[in-house]
């Protein structure tokens, strides 16, 4: 080879290494032309599911992304957040929107059409709606003397029993006289087990109307069996066969007396 193919190489080689390289990478250095030059490692990203070892710009959105689908905002928050942005909706259509008067649909139905329409829902069974009714009706002036015997009555029929111990206690403090609607709660309070609040309504019940067979007969059960008094049991036993002689409970209160009286 002489000298001017020499020349011609060299140039050759030169050309390769300044042009530039179409594919991203660093051009190859001549051994001996110039030192070698070491590529630092890009950094690596967290592994997540084979999104380790990406550095583009692009992509490491696209992994920030994958992360925050990967860990959500937690519940509590998002409903926060939700929450939020309903009230400034809520905010932004109040102040945009006028707004149009408001009226109340029952304005012209009147107490008695509420009772009625509670009792027709009663005896159909519907007896939540029932309730609502019977409510509203003494809302709109409906007599409570009416109203709260059926009131009560469904709520007992829902097994809502301390829903009808809440609607009478107020009613009972307005009208203490009222021994029916009284002896009804407590029968209600005696199935729930207070006892004591039960004894006490029932005795205001006698006291009121001593000639109450089922109330005589109620306390007598409730001494007995509740306060372990046979004794205060043994006289509303006999109270009770005197008053109702045929009696659905005669058998029963005979056997609860302490020398049972012939028959």
């Not at 509670?118 to 709606?129: F, W």
Request: charged letters at 20%; proline letters at 7%; aromatic letters at 4%.
């Amino acid at each position: 080879m002489d000298s001017s193919q020499k020349t011609l190489r060299r140039k050759a080689h030169t050309l390769r290494e300044d042009a530039p390289c179409v594919c991203g990478r660093a051009p190859s250095p001549a051994v001996g032309d110039r030192p070698v030059r070491r590529r630092t490692a890009a950094p690596k990203l967290p592994d997540s599911g084979g999104w380790a070892g990406i550095c583009h710009p692009g992509l490491l959105l696209v992994y920030k992304r994958a992360v925050a689908v990967s860990h959500p905002v937690p519940p509590l928050l998002a409903t926060a957040s939700l929450a939020a942005l309903v009230a400034l909706g809520g905010c932004a259509s109040r102040q945009g929107a006028p707004t149009a008067p408001t009226t109340d649909p029952m304005a012209g139905v009147s107490g008695q059409q509420l009772f009625d329409a509670g009792m027709q829902l009663a005896r159909a069974g519907d007896l939540v709606r029932a309730e609502q009714y019977l409510v509203a009706s003494m809302q709109r002036g409906a007599p409570d003397g009416q109203v709260m015997p059926q009131l009560v009555s469904v709520c007992v029929q829902a097994s809502r029993y301390r829903a009808a111990v809440s609607y009478a206690a107020p009613y009972l403090d307005a009208h203490p006289r009222d021994w029916r609607l009284r002896y009804l709660v407590g029968t209600i309070l005696a199935g729930l087990d207070e006892s004591q609040a039960a004894r006490r309504e029932i005795e205001r019940v006698l006291a009121d109307n001593d000639r109450h067979a089922e109330a005589h007969y109620l306390l007598a059960t409730l001494l007995r069996e509740r306060f372990n008094d046979p004794t205060g049991a043994d006289a509303h036993y006999r109270r009770y066969v005197e008053i109702e002689p045929a009696g659905a409970h005669v058998e029963e209160a005979r056997a609860g007396m302490l020398r049972q009286v012939q028959k």
